[in-house]
């Protein structure tokens, strides 16, 4: 038998922002299929139109675009196998639940809410299944004439899944290995509503997978519960043979305690839960998101690589063409895995220290900008490659290297305190001289010409170099004392210490 191509797919639903689980799931996906050179496929499954959000499709869409994971086709890409939105699919649903009714496997049911409700009442821990249906208004106990009397009445109904109840469902799972369940804990699922001329999840979801040739189902450990149902579905339509693999990624769990990650724990500590900013069209609500917190892509990326798969050894910064190579489904945990946000905030703080200067400057320009500074390019960089090992966002470079543009205006006053002895303003009077006849400002010269100076007077070297640093930064904070002159200039190094003396004296 030839292998069969490799083809996958992320299917969220259109019902708010992407949540971090499920850009993880996404990222599984797409390592998994370009290992495999195969393809990935973008299908919005909305055919829930009561949990429709405008503009969820298109957040969806962005959020992939600024983590740098293409499909290779599916809304919005194109490809042979659509459309790729499940609403625009209806005729193809309506086809194959037919198939179902015909062979006996899916029955239309005409039970009311109210009806329901009420044989819920009266049966504890109804479900609607072989032991009860016989009991229900649905074409195994109505006349095919009923039947098709309350169709052309106009009456609403559902089409269900007849499970057979007593047999054993194995589903093979690449993550959890076999997990059997008995058929008779299952429900006849609605597959199709007539009220909005829609199937459901499970039936498109199904038809779907078939009809775009998917060869693996790698998702949520939210839809393990769904899975026996969908072999069935499988069987029923004879596709057994073609049936994906399934891989249900193991959940994430609060970064504390116990339990399910959710919104919540983000808000309370302080960390998104989505990739982008979203602003809720119905609430209004404003989250926040990896990317406006000031997350790089691939330190998202990496961070959530990690979330439930590991290389098989301690290695922790790959690149998403390492994770490619490294990805193995049969290395993802069964159990949940923690959200770790401070660790995220740890891969972040790597990012910046693994891409270029040039490249985080061009990130820390804007944020000059919003304090007034506009510098020239080379300086930026030069000030991020001395400080960029201080932070672990690109706007925290502001509050640890704004000295550099800005002159100091105050002088902290612990510092003054501690540091601004008697003979200070002397002695940095002094060195302004030395400094001003230093022709070869660099840090290497500058250095040694005042540490023989330094020498020469007996002064005490670390009375000098904090006062110095009190005048150019204006507290005790900063790189070595000779990368700030430098970076400062002869002259703009002089006019700090002049001032200085003149405010501190
Ligand atoms: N539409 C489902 C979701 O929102 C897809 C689940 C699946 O991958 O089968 O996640």
Same mark, same amino acid.
């Given at each position: 038998?030839?292998?069969?191509?490799?083809?996958?797919?992320?299917?969220?639903?259109?019902?708010?922002?992407?949540? !971090?689980?499920?850009?993880?799931?996404?990222?599984?996906?797409?390592?998994?299929?370009?290992?495999?050179?195969?393809?990935?496929?973008?299908?919005?499954?909305?055919?829930?139109?009561?949990?429709?959000?405008?503009?969820?499709?298109?957040?969806?869409?962005?959020?992939?675009?600024?983590?740098?994971?293409?499909?290779?086709?599916?809304?919005?890409?194109?490809?042979?196998?659509?459309?790729?939105?499940?609403?625009?699919?209806?005729? !193809?649903?309506?086809?194959?639940?037919?198939?179902?009714?015909?062979?006996?496997?899916?029955?239309?049911?005409?039970?009311?809410?109210?009806?329901?409700?009420?044989?819920?009442?009266?049966?504890?821990?109804?479900?609607?299944?072989?032991?009860?249906?016989?009991?229900?208004?649905?074409?195994?106990?109505?006349?095919? #004439?009923?039947?098709?009397?309350? !169709?052309?009445?106009?009456?609403?109904?559902?089409?269900?899944?007849?499970?057979?109840?007593?047999?054993?469902?194995?589903?093979?799972?690449?993550?959890?290995?076999?997990?059997?369940?008995?058929?008779?804990?299952?429900?006849?699922?609605?597959?199709?509503?007539?009220?909005?001329?829609?199937?459901?999840?499970?039936?498109?979801?199904?038809?779907?997978?078939?009809?775009?040739?998917?060869?693996?189902?790698?998702?949520?450990?939210?839809?393990?519960?769904?899975?026996?149902?969908?072999?069935?579905?499988?069987?029923?339509?004879?596709?057994?043979?073609?049936?994906?693999?399934?891989?249900?990624?193991?959940?994430?769990?609060?970064?504390?305690?116990?339990?399910?990650?959710?919104?919540?724990?983000?808000?309370?500590?302080?960390?998104?839960?989505?990739?982008?900013?979203?602003?809720?069209?119905?609430?209004?609500?404003?989250?926040?998101?990896?990317?406006?917190?000031?997350?790089?892509?691939?330190?998202?990326?990496?961070?959530?690589?990690?979330?439930?798969?590991?290389?098989?050894?301690?290695? #922790?910064?790959?690149?998403?063409?390492?994770?490619?190579?490294?990805?193995?489904?049969?290395?993802?945990?069964?159990?949940?895995?923690?959200?770790?946000?401070?660790?995220?905030?740890?891969?972040?703080?790597?990012?910046?220290?693994?891409?270029?200067?040039?490249?985080?400057?061009?990130?820390?320009?804007?944020?000059?900008?919003?304090?007034?500074?506009?510098?020239?390019?080379?300086?930026?960089?030069?000030?991020?490659?001395?400080?960029?090992?201080?932070?672990?966002?690109?706007?925290?470079?502001? #509050?640890?290297?704004?000295?550099?543009?800005?002159?100091?205006?105050?002088?902290?006053?612990?510092?003054?305190?501690?540091?601004?002895?008697?003979?200070?303003?002397?002695?940095?009077?002094?060195?302004?001289?030395?400094?001003?006849?230093?022709?070869?400002?660099?840090?290497?010269?500058?250095?040694?010409?005042?540490?023989?100076?330094?020498?020469?007077?007996?002064?005490?070297?670390?009375?000098?170099?904090?006062?110095?640093?009190?005048?150019?930064?204006?507290?005790?904070?900063?790189?070595?004392?000779?990368?700030?002159?430098?970076?400062?200039?002869?002259?703009?190094?002089?006019?700090?210490?002049?001032?200085?003396? #003149?405010?501190?004296?």
């Amino acid at each position: 038998m030839t292998e069969r191509r490799v083809r996958v797919r992320f299917a969220p639903s259109p019902t708010g922002a992407l949540h !971090i689980g499920g850009v993880r799931t996404a990222l599984y996906n797409y390592l998994f299929a370009r290992q495999h050179g195969g393809d990935m496929i973008f299908r919005i499954e909305d055919t829930d139109s009561n949990r429709f959000v405008p503009g969820a499709e298109e957040y969806i869409l962005e959020s992939f675009k600024w983590l740098g994971i293409p499909f290779d086709e599916g809304v919005s890409f194109g490809g042979d196998h659509g459309p790729y939105r499940q609403s625009e699919r209806r005729e !193809i649903y309506k086809k194959y639940v037919k198939v179902l009714l015909d062979a006996g496997k899916a029955y239309i049911a005409f039970d009311t809410p109210e009806e329901l409700d009420a044989k819920r009442a009266e049966i504890a821990n109804f479900q609607y299944d072989a032991s009860t249906r016989m009991q229900m208004r649905n074409s195994l106990t109505l006349s095919k #004439e009923e039947v098709d009397a309350l !169709i052309a009445e106009g009456k609403q109904y559902v089409v269900r899944f007849k499970i057979e109840p007593n047999e054993d469902v194995h589903v093979n799972d690449l993550i959890r290995g076999e997990v059997i369940i008995n058929s008779s804990i299952l429900d006849d699922k609605v597959l199709y509503k007539s009220a909005d001329e829609l199937p459901t999840y499970h039936l498109a979801n199904i038809v779907d997978d078939h009809l775009m040739e998917v060869s693996h189902v790698i998702r949520g450990e939210e839809w393990l519960p769904s899975a026996p149902l969908h072999v069935l579905l499988y069987r029923a339509f004879g596709w057994e043979d073609t049936m994906p693999a399934f891989a249900h990624l193991p959940l994430l769990l609060k970064p504390e305690g116990n339990g399910k990650l959710s919104k919540r724990d983000g808000d309370r500590l302080g960390f998104p839960v989505f990739p982008l900013e979203w602003h809720d069209p119905k609430t209004g609500e404003v989250s926040s998101g990896y990317r406006e917190s000031g997350y790089l892509p691939e330190a998202v990326i990496n961070f959530l690589a990690l979330l439930g798969w590991n290389p098989g050894n301690d290695q #922790e910064l790959m690149s998403m063409e390492e994770l490619i190579k490294l990805f193995d489904l049969s290395h993802c945990s069964k159990s949940g895995a923690k959200f770790d946000f401070k660790k995220g905030i740890w891969f972040n703080h790597e990012y910046i220290l693994l891409k270029p200067d040039e490249e985080i400057a061009e990130l820390f320009v804007p944020v000059l900008k919003e304090h007034g500074v506009e510098a020239p390019f080379e300086k930026v960089v030069t000030v991020v490659g001395m400080m960029k090992n201080r932070v672990s966002f690109v706007r925290e470079l502001w #509050e640890a290297s704004s000295f550099f543009f800005v002159a100091p205006t105050e002088y902290d006053e612990k510092t003054v305190k501690k540091r601004w002895k008697e003979d200070s303003a002397q002695c940095m009077t002094e060195l302004m001289e030395v400094l001003a006849g230093i022709e070869d400002f660099g840090i290497e010269n500058q250095e040694k010409i005042v540490m023989d100076w330094i020498a020469e007077k007996g002064y005490h070297t670390g009375n000098i170099m904090n006062a110095f640093r009190l005048t150019l930064v204006g507290e005790g904070k900063g790189p070595h004392m000779f990368d700030i002159s430098w970076v400062l200039g002869k002259e703009e190094t002089l006019a700090r210490m002049k001032r200085a003396i #003149e405010v501190l004296s």
